[in-house]
């Protein structure tokens, strides 16, 4: 058999993590170590990489992995793909969210995100990509 190509381009794929606390007042972000926006929070998140099964795997590997959290219950918030969104290419992300109790969870910085920290949702800082806008619909997900 011939090896087959694809003429198309093709997407990079993420997923996004939004946790927020119970009363839903903060959210967990990470700041980024590496570029692009070295230095800016973010939500917890990663590329898909092909020895996940899937990419609710990719965003619980990457939550484990940006904040040492585990066993987290996570909800679809949906999928984000405008382009430019992300200065390496084109990148479409899957968002999940969920609620947890801060006093029960300790994150932590890791792998590429220099600490991890939760930030009131009414003081956010400038975030990196388009994570503002994911964290207003996963709370719109969360209210509903």
């Avoid at 959210?27 to 692009?36: D, I, M």
């Avoid at 990457?62 to 904040?67: K, P, R, V």
């Avoid at 994570?131 to 209210?143: C, T």
Wanted: hydrophobic share 40%; proline share 7%.
């Amino acid at each position: 058999m011939g090896e087959y190509t694809y003429r198309y381009p093709r997407p990079s794929l993420t997923a996004d993590n939004v946790l927020f606390d119970l009363e839903m007042k903060r959210v967990l972000l990470v700041l980024r170590g590496g570029e692009p926006f070295k230095g800016c929070w973010a939500l917890p998140g990663g590329f898909f990489d092909f020895a996940d099964t899937d990419i609710e795997h990719t965003a619980a590997r990457e939550l484990e992995e940006e904040t040492t959290l585990t066993g987290i219950p996570l909800q679809l918030v949906g999928v984000f793909s405008k382009e430019g969104r992300d200065p390496r290419g084109r990148t479409v992300t899957v968002a999940f969210t969920a609620k947890v109790d801060p006093l029960k969870v300790h994150p932590k910085g890791g792998d590429d995100a220099a600490e991890a920290r939760w930030h009131d949702l009414d003081k956010l800082p400038p975030l990196a990509f388009d994570h503002h806008e994911i964290i207003a619909r996963a709370k719109e997900v969360l209210d509903n």
